[in-house]
């Protein structure tokens, strides 16, 4: 059994290794170095990162772009309800004759206004609630993906918390209660190998655990771009 956990770990190494170096742009057969020991960051509180996260997001601003677009169209689209009116001065040089001045006069009336301005108005206005409604709609989809990876992070630390302080330790004081009535022959050896091996396997839910936490932790820094700006809460 060991042995067959081995293997696959192995394999799930190798595959993660592959995928590191495609990312740094690198032969999926380059060599990594050794994996460092892994400390634990502390978990932001959820109501510090919306904050952030709406000042961040690129999808928000692009919508909040649109909804100041939008209101400065309706403005535009407004203006057109007064007449325009233009002055114009032309001078003219002719050989042999009078140089040739003129004014021109240009008044253009909204006279249908009920046909092209109001539908220009209307259209601005309806652009600009469905901008508004689509920067709601992201603001809403970016709570609900920091409360998802925030509940993500916070059970895998819960989960850190329980193996480290309770279940390993209660594993190996197991182990070694079997040790010890197996050197008196109170116990057999399959009893000893059992304690060993789930051992080792609590040991590598903990890691799996813990892989959990920083990729939850590196979700939430993607959509608020940097947690350096959000205040940290000591777990």
């Known amino acids: 059994m060991l042995l067959q956990r081995s293997v696959v770990l192995q394999q799930q190494r190798e595959t993660a290794a592959a995928r590191l170096n495609t990312l740094m742009g690198r032969d999926a057969e380059s060599p990594l170095p050794p ?5 634990k960051d502390a978990l932001p509180s959820f109501t510090s990162l919306a904050p952030v996260a709406e000042t961040n997001d690129p999808m928000l601003q692009k919508e909040q772009s ?3 677009r939008n209101k400065v169209a309706i403005t535009m689209a407004r203006k057109e309800y007064v007449p325009d009116l233009s002055v114009g001065y032309m001078y003219q040089q002719r050989s042999g004759m009078p140089d040739m001045h003129g004014m021109q006069f240009q008044v253009n009336l909204p006279v249908f206004y009920k046909t092209k301005q109001r539908e220009a108005v ?3 206005k309806i652009e600009l609630s ?13 709570a609900y993906e920091l409360k998802q990876m925030h509940a993500m992070a916070a ?7 329980l193996y480290d302080k309770a279940i390993i330790p209660q594993a190996e004081l197991a182990l070694q209660s079997a040790q010890s009535s197996y050197s008196v022959g109170t116990a057999d050896f ?3 190998v059992t304690n060993f091996s789930t051992i080792h396997g609590y040991q590598i ?6 892989a959990d936490y920083e990729t939850a ?3 939430i820094e993607a959509l608020t771009g940097d947690l350096n700006q959000v205040g940290k809460e000591a777990k």
């Open 130 to 142: 469905a901008s508004e409604q689509n920067r709601a709609s992201r603001k809403l989809e970016l």
């Open 205 to 210: 839910d903990y890691y799996r655990q813990l």
């Open 217 to 219: 932790l590196a979700r």
């Open 66 to 68: 649109m909804v100041e």
């Open 155 to 161: 059970n895998a630390d819960k989960m850190l918390d």
């Open 190 to 192: 399959l009893t000893v």
């Open 122 to 124: 209307e259209q601005a």
């Open 35 to 39: 994996a460092a020991n892994v400390k």
